[in-house]
């Protein structure tokens, strides 16, 4: 399924009623997992700024022992601190990675905004090389603004 065709859908479960935030969250994640193939673990990160430790939240995909992460570890915890998003093309080239899996080739991290500060991130992993490409920051831009109503 198209990107485009996917807006509509991620809109859809951010306005359910009667849905808590984690379950619309966990929603969002099985459906960007379910609809691109190369989404293999798709998660959410969320900030504590005073620990500086980014605390995990649903996802879907293998289990991680990364459930907490200090900003500047990892490409999560980078992205906690540039706010910018972080495309890793091939994780085996990166020094600042925090290994998940063996069958994890690339990265994707995006950052969410609510009122100008970073509460947390989208992050995706894949089972290929270099599959995300610009489509894919501008449609993950997009599900964290949905996103961001939430809060």
């Not at 996917?6 to 997992?33: F, G, H, M, Y």
Request: contains cysteine; negative net charge.
């Amino acid at each position: 399924m198209s990107f485009e065709n996917l807006k509509p859908e991620v809109t859809q479960i951010i306005a359910s009623e009667n849905t808590s935030r984690d379950e619309k969250l966990l929603q969002i994640c099985q459906l960007l997992q379910d609809n691109i193939s190369y989404y293999n673990w798709v998660g959410f990160y969320f900030a504590n700024h005073e620990t500086k430790t980014l605390h995990l939240g649903p996802y879907v995909g293998a289990e991680t022992d990364h459930t907490v992460i200090p900003f500047g570890k990892g490409i999560c915890g980078q992205v906690a601190e540039s706010n910018a998003n972080f495309v890793v093309p091939d994780v085996a080239a990166q020094d600042n990675y925090i290994a998940c899996s063996f069958t994890v080739k690339s990265e994707i991290v995006v950052p969410l905004f609510v009122k100008g500060q970073n509460i947390g991130q989208i992050d995706i992993d894949s089972h290929v090389i270099d599959p995300f490409t610009e489509a894919d920051e501008r449609f993950l831009e997009f599900v964290n603004e949905q996103v961001a109503t939430l809060y």
